[in-house]
Antibody
Framework: QVQLVESGGGVVQPGRSLRLSCAASGFTFSSYGMHWVRQAPGKGLEWVAV????????YYADSVKGRFIISRDNSNNTLYLQMSTLRAEDTALYYCARNQWLVPLDYWGQGTLVTVSS | DIQMTQSPSSLSASVGDRVTVTCRAS??????LAWYQKKPGRVPKLLIY???TLQSGVPSRFSGSGSGTDFTLTISSLQPEDVATYYC?????????FGQGTKVEIK
């Protein structure tokens, strides 16, 4: 069955960096676009970034552009989010999710919590 | 960037009521519109994509309509298990923006 398992969250000081991972299994990872979506405490869902199936294109929300980098390793079925210059407003539960052509986010991981605090 | 605006931000209805949530795009997005259900402590669940296509396993009381800039999610007969926040999302081009969400409660 399809599984997406995020890891790497934790408490980090403002201005520092953190790398999230999402391990995929149960499907052909290299055939799917992959996304990061976050939800801050008490707030709505916020789309963060997408990487195409072959890694050829990457797009970011304005709120993270220039600070976050999405990447993938198709040989190891893993998605990453490198987060730099973290701010308090980046505090959220971060989900990874997949999409296939013309079908949006049909499977999601359970999320990993990032807390940015001094 | 295209903005997605949902209305209302919250609603309260009785079990069995017909419930409608609206999502408006600031520019036309054809039918590249999805609806998700989010319950506290649960993972978001895809309900509808391509504006009106029901995702496998989703109860038929959920339906979607619209094209261009105006879209609607309808729950034909509200059930207690439908208490959740519902989000629309556009998935054209590069940015996959969510609406701000509509919280649905039982009266």
């Amino acid at each position: 069955q399809v599984q997406l398992v995020e890891s790497g969250g934790g408490v980090v000081q403002p201005g520092r960096s953190l790398r999230l991972s999402c391990a995929a299994s149960g499907f052909t990872f290299s055939s799917y676009g992959m996304h990061w979506v976050r939800q801050a405490p008490g707030k709505g869902l916020e789309w963060v970034a997408v990487i195409w199936s072959d890694g050829s294109n990457k797009y970011y929300a304005d709120s993270v552009k220039g600070r976050f980098i999405i990447s993938r390793d198709n040989s190891n079925n893993t998605l990453y989010l490198q987060m730099s210059t973290l701010r308090a407003e980046d505090t959220a539960l971060y989900y990874c999710a997949r999409n296939q052509w013309l079908v949006p986010l049909d499977y999601w991981g359970q999320g990993t919590l990032v807390t940015v605090s001094s | 960037d295209i903005q997605m605006t949902q209305s209302p931000s919250s609603l309260s209805a009785s079990v069995g009521d017909r419930v409608t949530v609206t999502c408006r795009a600031s520019q036309g997005i054809s039918n590249y519109l999805a609806w998700y259900q989010k319950k506290p402590g649960r993972v978001p669940k895809l309900l509808i994509y391509a504006a009106s296509t029901l995702q496998s396993g989703v109860p038929s009381r959920f339906s979607g309509s619209g094209s261009g800039t105006d879209f609607t999610l309808t729950i034909s007969s509200l059930q207690p298990e439908d208490v959740a926040t519902y989000y629309c999302q556009k998935y054209t081009s590069a940015l996959w923006t969510f609406g701000q969400g509509t919280k649905v409660e039982i009266k």
